[in-house]
């Protein structure tokens, strides 16, 4: 949906994450038995979809193709996995059942969760681009940046829109990789 001129923006970003992932694809297959497969490929490409999506909306990396994977990323991904797992059950079942069956708390913890660690990523760019004015450096970035300072949005609505945009974006990853 971006002219090639944007898009072309983001590449530095996307080939360090391919980077990343070709290297842990390596590594998986030198641990396996046979030294020639990847047992799980399908979560790796999950993970590596989870990571390049992040790394541009969030402008940062948070891990998933890391040997360990950060807690707060972890939680992060639990909670995508909930939300998309628990949307078409809650969407599903009459509004009575909501105090009766334990889906639609386990729905509001999972955008609790998403939200939570969102706001996080967030705030920790917006103080990074309050450090960077403050030392005179021009505020660098991307569509984070962008969305922070452009003042179209209130900071409650940039939480969301990139929560909704990385839930959509690992989505369409999931579905891809599910239907392999």
Avoid at 135 to 162: C, F, N, Q
Wanted: with cysteine.
């Amino acid at each position: 949906m971006l002219k090639l001129r944007e898009v072309s923006a983001y590449a530095p970003i996307i080939h360090q994450v391919v980077g990343d992932l070709l290297g842990r694809v390596e590594l998986l297959r030198r641990r396996s038995l046979d030294q020639a497969t990847v047992s799980d490929l399908a979560a790796e490409l999950y993970k590596f979809g989870f990571e390049g999506i992040s790394a541009v909306l969030f402008e940062t990396r948070l891990g998933c193709l890391q040997e360990e994977i950060p807690e707060d990323t972890l939680r992060f991904i639990t909670a995508v996995n909930n939300m998309l797992t628990l949307s078409d059950i809650v969407i599903l079942l009459p509004r009575w059942s909501r105090s009766v069956l334990p889906f639609w708390k386990r729905f509001v913890q999972a955008w609790d969760d998403l939200y939570g660690v969102a706001q996080k990523l967030v705030d920790r760019r917006m103080a990074e681009l309050k450090d960077q004015v403050c030392r005179g450096a021009p505020a660098g970035g991307m569509y984070l940046t962008y969305l922070l300072s452009s003042d179209k949005m209130s900071r409650a609505e940039v939480y969301i829109s990139v929560t909704e945009l990385m839930l959509g974006g690992v989505d369409t990853v999931a579905h891809k990789y599910n239907s392999m």
